[in-house]
């Protein structure tokens, strides 16, 4: 009898064959951060705006390569939670974000989980395979439309 992942195909499309393999990296590392209460997604915001702070949402958005107004849908969350705050001055049009101490306090709880979701993927692809997927996205990522 076949597992589930025998009779899953690749398809001629690339671009369906990267989505369904975002899909499955983006659920394994979802379902580790689970416990801290975040996404992926959100993991790597915080990790950005730790490393950029203080730090506009326009940089954030080019150095994470995301839309702006989605980030902003994205960074809504984090503020409400109390995980980031805007340090510019009243009146000001620029926000420039930074973490909170909650923040600061999340994101070390979040990188452990965020680790052990790194050593699974590398368990399961092995560590030449990892180092080729991360050659080949590379390479992907700096493709000419």
Known sequence: MKTENQNKKSSVCNCLNLRRASLAITEIYDQY????QLSVSQFSILKHIHAMAPVSVSEL???IRLDRTTLVRNLKPLEQQGLIHDIAKAGTRNRQLCLTVAGKEKLEQAHVYWQEAQKRIEAQLGSEDTKILQA???????LEP
Request: with cysteine.
């Open 136 to 142: 080949l996205l590379l390479k992907i990522e700096v």
């Open 61 to 63: 958005a080019a150095e």
């Open 33 to 36: 951060l689970a416990p801290c």
